[in-house]
């Protein structure tokens, strides 16, 4: 499991200070011969006898080490003088100091630190601690830095500037005794590494999280594991688009009750495994934003959640498989359908989902109507109402939301069926809310959270459906979707931020607007509204094409005329606007104009998205991410690229390659040519079209060498690059 992994490199960090090489003999006596000296230095003094460290001047980090190594056991409390200074590197500066109750470093100069990893880690018996003075503007890496300080009760962070950091790793794990903690001050823009942040903390009862900025954040593993008496967490603002990595997270918060995540962008995740395990009094999830197309280990994630009560999964999340442990008990239903259990009958629930749902585990009673069905007759303009009996209900009541308020139509209902008044006014959008009565009570806030919509009318119909649509989110707070591309029309329904929708069509010569399908109704939905504020992110569930440009090198001054002819993709992104094809004058430089607007351009830019070309990668290169510029300009060069298009293609795709562990990468030919074909006028007397198509990997693969073919420039020459990276 990965929290044993963890485990095991915190121990590493808190038992090095203690060894001693016995298969080195003539270094140790060395390392032992300075330590008996080290009593003593010019950045520090030490008392044997009280076990005080004193610290002065500007202190020398091999030297504090080496003596650490020698007395650091000894050490009681810890005191530094005025004008004493930490070197830039601290990291592990003060670790080790296993019976240290003490440290009075309030008078220490932090100003040029960059580095604070593991600096007070494994101070087991560390209570006071005055760290509130630290300048840490310069500091980088703040991980494991007050890692098992497990008996500290209070610590003062509050004016901790963590600008500049990128690393929290552990920064607090087991601080066992800690009570509070303030962080709301942290900015963390930059951070990228949160795991085990706050793992252990066993006694925080509550924590302010909700300043932190984690755009850039990639692993939240374990973060909050074991906090066991944490009751609240406020993650509504977490940006977790970037995060690839969330087991553990709230592994072992025994005493969380609710908890908000229905904000997270899971779209990167590949690691959800005891994600919720041991939450033991949490009774509703809302995952319905969870996205977990990429997600690869759900073992263990909903393991002892014993009161979960209530599930909500969204249309990204195709179900909930048995190795996540979800607690069946006697059965999971649809409360759209809560007669039929859909579960199974085993230990752990196994389900399927489709779209959103809410999932509701047995027993419980339904006090609200469900399976609500809408009929709406065109011949009279009005709209039936049926829906499934509740039990136990007298009376049902109807009420429909107005100019903001919800007014009942009706409340004296005895059967399953409702029929509004003839002649409704087509185009308008009605939100219908149906309550049942039961033993005398009303239960509204169900109904209400179940309302249903119904337009009269229909919508318009788009030029051109889409197979392939993009996929959109909605960044706004929250987006109306209308009968027609055009705000004039009438409002089918309003969308809440943070839901994912398919776009199913679109009109000519309008990319503003989109047809799409919300909770069974069909409208449009803008882009940019009028105030140019963009509402709606835009993403493609197949690989794009990404960046191929193409340089033209004739003999003499040429007018030449280029189309891209696409068969299995859509063309997106041109520069200079692409109609239909670029005319251009090219010279022999490989300078061209722009006949359109007399512009000057270094080449011809184009992508496209929607990708659903099969490329080929039986044969090709698995290259380490940190070997990748050198292969790129290997064999670019050999296929013959010169230096300055080498140069710009290696700009464009290193910084997306050389982090990954391992990238397959293979040159694609026929796969890329025949279904992206370039129509240039007058015909080249060569062309290179190089097309690298990768994919990240965390292990190496074995896989037949690619052979590549070299390239002899005559004539009029075409040279193209792109690529795209296939997930």
Known sequence: MQMKKILAVVMSLCMTAGVVSYGAPVITQTITAQAEAAAEADCYSFNQTTGLLTLKGEIDRGALRTFNTKYGKQVTSVIAEAGTVFPEDSSELLRGYYNCTSMDISNVDTSN???????????????????SSFDTSNVTDMSYMFSYCEKLK?????????SNVTDMYGMFRGCYDLTSLDVSNFDTSNVTNMPVMFGECYSLKSLNVSGFNTSNVTDMGAMFYDCKKLETLDLSGFDTSSVTFMSGMFQGCYDLTSLDISSFDTSKVTVMGDMFSDCTSLTTLDLSNFDISNVKDTYDMFSSCDNLKTLILGTYCEGILKKAHLPNGDGWVNAKEPKTIISGDGEYAVIENKGKNTYKRLPFKITYPTNINVEY????RQVRFTWDKVEGADKYGIAVYLAGKWKVQAQNITDTVYTSPKNLTTGITYKVAIAARVNGKWDTANAINNAVTCTIGS????????????????IADEITMYLGPDTSYGKVTTIPGRTYLKELGDMKNNNNWAFTKYNGQYGWVQIVNESGEKQIRISYSYPIVAKPVIYLYPENETDVHVEVELTEADLATTYPKYNNGWDVVAKPDGSLVNKADGSHHRYLFWDAVNCRTEFDFSKGFCVAGSDTENFLKE????MGLTEDEMNEFIVYWLPKMEHNKYNLISFQSDKYTDSAKLNITPEPDSM????MTYTSLEDAVDIEPQELSTFERKGFTVVEWGGSEVK
Do not use: H, Q, W
């Open 635 to 638: 064999k670019l060069s050999y």
């Open 459 to 474: 919508y318009v119909k788009p030029d051109r459906e889409v197979i392939y649509g993009s996929d959109l989110y909605v």
């Open 377 to 380: 007759s065109e011949k009279y």
């Open 113 to 131: 630190v960059t580095n604070m990893d593991a600096m007070f880690n494994c101070c087991y018996n560390l209570t006071s601690l005055d760290v």
């Open 688 to 691: 290179l079209r190089v097309f």
């Open 154 to 162: 209070i610590l003062d962070v509050s004016n901790f500037d963590t």
